[in-house]
Structures are given as C-alpha cells and as structure tokens.
T-cell receptor, first 112, second 116 residues
Framework: QQQVKQSPQSLIVQKGGISIINCAYE??????FPWYQQFPGKGPALLIA?????SEKKEGRFTISFNKSAKQFSLHIMDSQPGDSATYFCAATWAGSYQLTFGKGTKLSVIP | KAGVTQTPRYLIKTRGQQVTLSCSPI?????VSWYQQTPGQGLQFLFE???????NKGNFPGRFSGRQFSNSRSEMNVSTLELGDSALYLCASSTGTEGLAKNIQYFGAGTRLSVL
C-alpha cells in the first residue's frame, strides 16, 4: 500500500517558470512532511518541511502548501532555474517515528 | 561538521554472496536509518537504530540485517544476495532526541550495490 502518492513523475519547466509537485497521503497519523531534493550520484537532501498546524511555509523560492482536510501537500518552486533540475521526493512521518515514507519522486528538468 | 559517510560507494557482488555496508553518522547524531532506493520501488525504509537498539523495521526479508555500535556507526548486512537486491542503499542520521529537530534526517551519498 503506497501511503504517499506523488505526481507528476516528470516535469519540464522553462527557466523562470513555476514548478509544482503534488503529494497526497493516506495515514492521518502523519504529522511531519518534508521535501527532499536529490541530484544524480548524491543522497537526498532536505529542502523544506512543514507540520500540519500551518497551511503554508516559504523558504526563498520554495513554498509548501498544505491542505489537511484533503490530505494533500504540494511544493512550488518559483522562478525555476536550470540548477533546480533534480529529482524531488515528498515524504511523511509521524510523531515518535524516524521512519520516512516517501513518494515515488518527480524528475524536474528546467530548460533555459 | 562532516556529513553522513557511507562506504564503500560502489560494490559488485554475485548471487548468493553476502555484503556489509557501513555508515558513519554526523557527529552527535544517535539515530541511524537505512533505506533502499530502486527505480521501481523508490525509497523504502529498511530499519532504524538508536543507541545500539533497533527501534523500527521495514517490510524486508530477514536476509537484511543491521547493527549499531557504541559510537553510533552502523552497518547493514545482506545475506544470500539476489538480483533484486541491486539498489542504492542510503543511510540517514538524525539527533534521535525529542524536539522539532527529531524528524530531520540527513542522508549520505549511498552505496551502489550491483548483484550479478
């Protein structure tokens, strides 16, 4: 059972455009939702994270929007740059756990 | 501060062999988790150790095992390798203590295992 569903699988965006990646979860016990960025040959790196008590969190060009009632959250990358080209994973976990449940990933390509 | 270090970076083994992978967490981190990453299944949780004790285990067969040492370094072992075990194995460390930082996990670059 896939507890975190991520879409799209791949995304091509023009430089300067907005990249949007969506995730939906099933387990209502989840209370921490991080996004990870992974470049080829590297491990995932934490990009930004949110807890369900807020509906939006912004860090620079990266914003997480969170809809608790719909059990959905999304990552917006504003002013996308070629250097943002990477695979992005949403994830979820719950209080007291160190086990991250990941979405299947979105490969983002930002073209000049 | 040095990041999470995994060794070796690449491994080639044949079916039926066993393999041991090593992970050194960030200094001061006491929790170490292991994940398997494959193109088909994505990132899947294997197990998590804290203070030399396994606290949580994912849905993998008993051929996958691990341990943690008193200095928080961790090893994972896969016995009787199968072709399907070919994957990138990632180690992540976190403080393991309570508070907002508890859930933040820092990943190493991984060990790429190829089973022939």
């Amino acid at each position: 059972q896939q507890q975190v569903k991520q879409s799209p699988q791949s995304l091509i965006v023009q430089k300067g455009g907005i990249s949007i990646i969506n995730c939906a979860y099933e387990n209502t016990a989840f209370d921490y939702f991080p996004w990870y960025q992974q470049f080829p040959g590297k491990g995932p790196a934490l990009l930004i994270a949110i807890r369900p008590d807020v509906s939006e969190k912004k860090e620079g060009r990266f914003t997480i929007s969170f809809n608790k009632s719909a059990k959905q959250f999304s990552l917006h990358i504003m002013d996308s740059q070629p250097g943002d080209s990477a695979t992005y994973f949403c994830a979820a976990t719950w209080a007291g756990s160190y086990q991250l449940t990941f979405g299947k990933g979105t490969k983002l390509s930002v073209i000049p | 501060k040095a990041g999470v270090t995994q060794t070796p970076r690449y491994l080639i083994k044949t079916r039926g062999q066993q393999v041991t992978l090593s992970c050194s967490p960030i200094s001061g981190h006491r929790s170490v988790s292991w994940y398997q990453q494959t193109p088909g299944q994505g990132l899947q949780f294997l197990f998590e150790y804290f203070s030399e004790t396994q606290r949580n285990k994912g849905n993998f067969p008993g051929r996958f095992s691990g341990r943690q040492f008193s200095n928080s370094r961790s090893e994972m072992n896969v016995s009787t390798l199968e072709l399907g075990d070919s994957a990138l194995y990632l180690c992540a460390s976190s403080t393991g203590t309570e508070g907002l930082a508890k859930n933040i996990q820092y990943f190493g670059a991984g060990t790429r295992l190829s089973v022939l």
